[in-house]
């Protein structure tokens, strides 16, 4: 598949994508339901769905984008498409789409629209982390020259890091370790993911 054709697919899922008020509103009534999205249907992962739906709550109201940055971020005058692949079990979307939100609200030109991976995997098999299906991943595109500026994802540096030292010793990353890596994202304020989207922009 070559570039133009990828820029057509991408351009063909982002009108089928949520908005993030919808991804959330999703995520809570399948928490509700004692369900979760994707094909499988454990009961970790239903739990990973109800946790999520809390965490995302919490980070629309605790994560703030500084004032000098948010200025920053509205300067941008092209239009560009972010489309992120997720589920709603995917405890590394919970701390970090809704900064992607919070960044695409200060500019209508930044496009952010969320699709379920395994609903389109078509999709992300294209866009695979170290051949892995790791989500959450975001795809940032020119809107109008159909430009790929780059991808994102599953979880910022720092956070890659802990999870292959862990792997390394242990093999599996356990519930202790989802509950620690957690811990970071709550004391790093979504700053790194903040940092690395502002890259991502060419803004820093």
């Known amino acids: ?111 952010l629209g969320i699709l379920l991976r395994d609903d389109h995997l078509d999709l992300m098999e294209r866009f695979r982390t170290e051949g892995a299906l790791s989500i959450p991943k975001l795809i940032s595109m020119d809107r109008e020259s159909g430009e790929i500026i780059g991808e994102w994802g599953p979880r910022p540096l720092a956070a890659t890091r802990l999870v292959k030292e862990y792997k390394e010793k242990h093999e599996a990353l356990t519930p202790e370790f989802r509950e620690e890596l957690q811990r970071w994202y709550n004391a790093d304020k979504g700053l790194s993911t903040l940092h690395e989207l502002l890259k991502l922009l060419s803004l820093e």
């Not at 598949?1 to 949520?18: F, P, Q, S, T, V």
């Not at 008020?21 to 094909?39: I, R």
């Open 1 to 111: 598949m070559d570039r133009a054709d990828i820029a057509r697919l991408i351009d063909e899922k982002m009108r089928k994508a949520m908005p993030y008020q919808d991804f959330k509103e999703l995520t809570n009534q399948m928490a509700v339901n004692g369900k979760t999205t994707g094909q499988e249907q454990t009961a970790s992962l239903i739990q990973y769905t109800v946790l999520n739906s809390r965490r995302m709550k919490r980070w629309d109201k605790t994560f703030r984008i500084p004032n000098a940055t948010a200025e920053i971020i509205k300067t941008i005058d092209r239009p560009i498409i972010w489309l992120v692949l997720t589920e709603s079990w995917c405890g590394d979307a919970a701390p970090t789409i809704p900064v992607m939100n919070k960044i695409a609200e200060l500019n209508p030109n930044i496009h």
